[in-house]
């Protein structure tokens, strides 16, 4: 019963701020590297960011210096804070959870995702 919930998303005016929240549930959270990733109309998805199990945090450069990822492993969640949206950040934004297993690959877990529109 494996689950990641995200919440937050909606509709935001360019210049503006909106928090993402994702809750998983069914897995041991504190060794699962935690990432947001996000996917426009017409393209892939791409990670936007990624906190490891151990801290370490990675953003997408299209994001750096305006997006903060945290977690909290007392709560099992995992925060995008994002400030002064653009447009080009419109998509639907999921959370992933990751886990490497070796030789036996990976354990990956995905959201079902949230709308977050940035309108000009």
């Known amino acids: 019963q494996v689950q990641l919930v995200e919440s937050g998303g909606g509709w935001v005016q360019a210049g503006g701020s909106l928090r993402l929240s994702c809750a998983a549930s069914?897995?041991?959270?504190?060794?699962?590297?935690m990432g947001w990733y996000r996917q426009a109309p017409g393209k892939q998805r791409e990670l936007v960011a990624v906190?490891?199990?151990?801290?370490?945090?990675n953003y997408a450069d299209a994001v750096k210096g305006r997006f903060t990822i945290s977690r909290d492993n007392a709560k099992n969640t995992v925060d995008l804070q994002m400030h002064s949206l653009k447009p080009e950040d419109t998509a639907v934004y999921y959370c992933?959870?990751?886990?490497?297993?070796?030789?036996?690959?990976?354990?990956?877990?995905w959201g079902q995702g949230t709308q977050v529109t940035v309108s000009s």
């Open positions: 992933n959870a990751d886990r490497l297993r070796g030789f036996a690959g990976h354990d990956v877990y």
């Open positions: 069914g897995i041991t959270f504190s060794i699962y590297d």
């Open positions: 906190i490891r199990n151990g801290g370490t945090i």
